[in-house]
């Protein structure tokens, strides 16, 4: 076992752990997920069997992964974020072959209390506000936040808002990075010309 686990926490077998990885107080981690290197698992977290989550992805105390959720690498999970992975649930319905597929590009953050609706892709380096429904994907380095989570923004890599000129090219002022805007796509770039 080359992971930390408290004694508290629940690790079901045949589940896979990467190396370095902590998992904290009262939280399950169910047979059939995969969880990366150098993950740390808050306080109080389920992860379902299916789940992929791949390295560094930090996760805030008080979530629930549900089957159908893949997160890469470097994604951020605020507390009490929620993802769901039945479109219509009903109790008295059962529906896990229904099971919608969420997935959460590299760098990606959400913010604490975020809802995010099955069967959407959230783009690298998005980043969703606290709060935020997210019903419908969301493109790569886009902020979104609200109910429902509209686009108010782009972020960088770094995790700063993004002011773009009107030539379309914007600088992070935290780390140097630049960007260029073109239609309704982000790339980093590594000069502005």
Not at 100 to 116: C, D, L, M
Request: aromatic share 10%.
């Amino acid at each position: 076992m080359n992971y930390f686990a408290h004694p508290t926490a629940i690790i079901d077998e045949n589940c896979t752990i990467g190396d370095e990885t902590k998992i904290w107080h009262f939280s399950h981690i169910m047979s059939g997920c995969i969880i990366g290197m150098k993950c740390n698992i808050g306080q109080n977290v389920v992860v379902s069997p299916g789940v992929i989550l791949g390295n560094n992805v930090k996760v805030q105390n008080n979530v629930s992964i549900y089957e159908g959720v893949i997160c890469e690498d470097f994604v951020f999970l605020g507390p009490s974020m929620v993802f769901t992975n039945i479109i219509n649930p009903r109790s008295q319905v059962v529906r896990k072959n229904e099971y919608k597929k969420t997935i959460v590009r590299k760098g990606a953050s959400i913010g604490a209390n975020a809802t995010i609706i099955c069967g959407n892709e959230i783009g690298e380096y998005a980043f969703i506000g606290a709060g935020a429904v997210v019903s419908k994907p969301v493109p790569p380095y886009a902020l979104v936040f609200g109910n429902p989570a509209r686009q108010m923004g782009w972020m960088s890599e770094f995790g700063c808002k993004l002011e773009f000129d009107d030539h379309g090219f914007a600088t992070c002022s935290e780390s140097g990075e630049k960007y260029q805007l073109s239609g309704n796509k982000v790339t980093k770039v590594t000069e502005v010309k």
